[in-house]
Nanobody, 126 residues
Framework: QVQLVESGGGFVQAGGSLRLSCAAS????????MAWFRQAPGKEREFVAA????????YNTVSVKGRFAISRDNTNNTVYLQMDSLEPEDTAVYYC???????????????????WGHGTQVTVSS
């Protein structure tokens, strides 16, 4: 059983920064692709960023490129999302996800990810 626990959300003014963490109960050294998604009120959950199991590849959605960065530390089974230059449009619940069937390919669809955390709220004021 895989468990993912997000932390690091909060309230920040526009232009500020937050760093989200996702602690995984599975050994990330086994190289599963992991991702961050977000869901704003009244909207569908959307892909934000992902990192391949071997950390050689990352991919961010267009709206966060140059502002968000995903990384991972396999020594403590944690994936991070560094969010800079935050905008009110970034307000959402952020979810961590793990693709248990994939170690190299980065996929951006919800259905590709078998395991999900409960989410952490990020609120950006204008």
């Amino acid at each position: 059983q895989v468990q993912l626990v997000e932390s690091g959300g909060g309230f920040v003014q526009a232009g500020g920064s937050l760093r989200l963490s996702c602690a995984a109960s599975v050994r990330t050294s086994t190289s599963y692709t992991m991702a961050w998604f977000r869901q704003a009120p009244g909207k569908e959950r959307e892909f934000v960023a992902a990192i391949s199991g071997n950390t050689a590849g990352t991919y961010n959605t267009v709206s966060v490129k140059g502002r968000f960065a995903i990384s991972r530390d396999n020594t403590n089974n944690t994936v991070y999302l560094q969010m800079d230059s935050l905008e009110p449009e970034d307000t959402a619940v952020y979810y961590c996800a793990l693709d248990y069937n994939n170690t190299i390919i980065i996929r951006t669809t919800l259905h590709a990810y078998e395991y999900w955390g409960h989410g952490t709220q990020v609120t950006v004021s204008s």
